[in-house]
């Protein structure tokens, strides 16, 4: 079966919800990817290195190195609401509006300091559907993350220098 949770989805949804909540927020040299599963980082923003081949060919001159937004690969399931989705979507876009990973400068020191995620996306009009996604995730997450990724033992093993 062929996700429909691919590449060009999760851009659409980017775009959307650019267009819908931040049309305020200046737009540079933004690229979005699925990264790697995890249990408790559910989305990143990170600003690429110089060097890196696969995403030099968005550093174009003028708008400097770009900003990857980059989001846990278990969403890709379509029994996830794509709310969830939107709303880390949103609070990763939330800390490039506030220069955190971005070349906008940089309005507070640290980015989760006095809950500012979480008013600048009521500001936005995202409350409603920000509660919804809290109350998901603390109900369905965990469940969720253990069925596909579930822990193993924590195994010693023996070298000829003792254990490591």
Not at 84 to 106: K, R, T
Request: hydrophobic share 40%; glycine share 6%; aromatic share 12%.
């Amino acid at each position: 079966m062929i996700s429909i949770r691919d590449d060009n989805w999760l851009e659409g949804r980017l775009e959307n919800i650019w267009r819908a909540f931040f049309n305020d927020i200046p737009k540079s040299n933004v690229a979005i990817k699925w990264g790697r599963r995890a249990r408790n980082r559910l989305g990143s923003i990170s600003r690429q290195k110089a060097g890196n081949s696969f995403w030099s060919y968005l550093a174009i001159a003028d708008e400097g190195t770009p900003t990857i937004i980059t989001i846990n690969s278990l969403f890709k399931a379509e029994q996830i609401p794509s709310y969830v989705v939107d709303m880390v979507i949103a609070h990763e876009v939330c800390h490039y509006a506030h220069g955190f990973n971005s070349p906008l400068p940089q309005r507070f020191d640290t980015p989760h300091a006095h809950g500012i995620i979480a008013k600048e996306m009521i500001e936005r009009g995202l409350g409603t559907t920000l509660k919804m996604q809290k109350k998901w995730i603390k109900e369905n997450w965990f469940t969720y993350v253990n069925q596909i990724l579930p822990r193993r033992k924590r195994t010693f093993r023996r070298s000829r220098f003792g254990f490591w």
